[in-house]
């Protein structure tokens, strides 16, 4: 029997860095984005944030980490269902900052607030397995994955008597550094003085390298593969690709949705890129964006470098490239482990007198970058499994676009705090937050027009 044709108002809002429980600012003009976000048919948001008390938590589990150990009172849970969020994406670079224990408890308290959550498990099936939501519209699945993890935040399946590793669900890449004939016999050569050369050598060591590669065996990673894969050629070019065997299992889960469910999201979280972050989608991200969509995905929306990016239509199927922020509350995470105030390079001879309001902690604020505080909350028409429109209200957490003046200061420190919740953006702020999403969309062939200061893409 065929699935019944459909037609789907979605809500799609970016990171939420969400800190602080919001649901008391029920003025008219905090209404006005809640209404947007309560008026779909499904309303979906990627969490970049654990929720977690204290005493659910044992340690931090990362050391030097020049970035913020995100951790926030589960009361924001029930203030994000408040909103009208119904299914949240979990996997990301964050999700194990607190180890298992945190990662848990903040799916925990989502489901207990009544939000659906995807990403993270006991073992990689949990981790991998779609999370369904029973709409009045319809059935929906969510798949959730991470690309820029550590190995220990890698879920794994049991073998040998032992547990599988909690943990998020993988989507690794690999890079290949092509240079020029010429730098690359320079980098040989320099690499053979330091003793540090690797190459395909049919040895135990499981390098993977062909012929004509090469990586080097640095001194703190003897006993892995390593990922700094260098071929000769003609030019100078970063590629990346996706994991084969995540790849497949990604797809696999995306197989199961499509014939359980009515609407299938994929969301991809990643914070790594081909080089330097800049506004240029990395290979692998594509190549995953149009396999998901074949393997029978509706949407497929990534997120991780709190900026957006262009985005693609592709078989009748949205793919958005980057969300952007929707909450940046970093600022505000109230209890700030040990590594943290070393790494951001505080005095430690005096750690009993530092505390969360000491700056820096936290990246990405010291300077000002117009993507991080400015986003759009996507309005997203599907019908019959095709995407027919999307509406892009521009949005603000708190500062202007251009010179990121602060219009929403809490706090009264010489370190001006930005209060972090998204407001729609008016004049000049929404202007350059559109036309960003214009100019990259137009890369992948995808025109926006703004009508009456909304974003509009039809197909």
Not at 259 to 264: E, G, H, N, W
Request: charged share 25%.
């Amino acid at each position: 029997m065929a699935s019944p044709k459909l037609t789907w108002n979605i809500a799609l809002a970016g990171e939420c860095m969400a800190a602080r429980p919001f649901s008391v600012h029920d003025d008219e003009e905090s209404m006005r984005v809640i209404n947007l976000l309560r008026g779909a048919d499904l309303t979906y948001a990627h969490l970049e944030m654990n929720l977690a008390h204290s005493r659910e938590l044992e340690y931090p589990n990362r050391g030097d980490w020049l970035g913020s150990f995100m951790m926030a009172d589960p009361a924001v849970a029930r203030d994000l269902k408040w909103a009208g969020i119904d299914i949240m994406s979990v996997a990301h670079n964050h999700s194990l900052d607190f180890g298992p224990a945190g990662m848990l408890a903040t799916k925990k308290h989502l489901q207990e607030a009544g939000v659906e959550a995807a990403g993270t498990g006991l073992d990689l099936e949990e981790a991998r397995e779609p999370a369904y939501l029973e709409t009045r519209h319809g059935r929906v699945a969510l798949i959730s994955t991470t690309s820029g993890n550590k190995p220990n935040e890698w879920a794994s399946l049991g073998k040998g008597g032992y547990k599988g590793r909690p943990g998020i669900n993988p989507l690794r890449a690999s890079f290949n550094y092509v240079l020029t004939k010429e730098a690359a016999e320079q980098m040989k050569a320099i690499a053979r003085e330091l003793d540090v050369l690797r190459q395909a050598d049919g040895s135990t060591m499981g390098t993977g390298l062909k012929d004509n590669e090469f990586s080097f065996q640095m001194p703190g990673d003897q006993s892995t593969r390593g990922s700094n894969v260098f071929t000769a050629g003609d030019h100078f070019e970063i590629q990346s690709r996706c994991h084969p065997r995540d790849l497949a299992g990604n797809l696999r889960s995306i197989d199961e949705a499509k014939k359980m469910a009515d609407l299938v999201i994929v969301a991809h979280h990643y914070n790594i890129a081909d080089g330097k972050r800049r506004e240029k989608v990395p290979t692998f991200v594509r190549e995953f964006a149009h396999a998901a969509i074949d393997a029978g995905a509706d949407i497929y929306v990534a997120h991780g470098w709190h900026w957006t990016l262009g985005i693609e239509i592709y078989k009748g199927k949205p793919i958005i490239y980057g969300t952007g922020n929707f909450f940046a509350q970093s600022e505000f995470i109230r209890r700030v482990p040990y590594d943290s105030y070393e790494s951001w390079g505080h005095d430690m001879d005096r750690l009993p007198t530092l505390n969360p309001a000491d700056h820096p902690l936290h990246p990405g604020l010291d300077t000002h970058n117009e993507a991080w505080w400015t986003s759009a909350l996507m309005g997203l028409e599907m019908k019959d499994g095709q995407f027919v429109s999307m509406t892009l209200h521009p949005v603000e957490m708190g500062r202007t676009a251009r010179e990121g003046t602060i219009t929403r200061q809490t706090g009264q420190g010489d370190h001006a705090l930005t209060d972090g919740r998204p407001l729609l953006a008016t004049g000049e702020t929404a202007e350059r937050a559109l036309g960003r999403i214009q100019r990259l969309s137009k890369n992948f062939g995808t025109e926006v027009t703004i009508e009456n200061g909304v974003g509009v893409i039809r197909f």
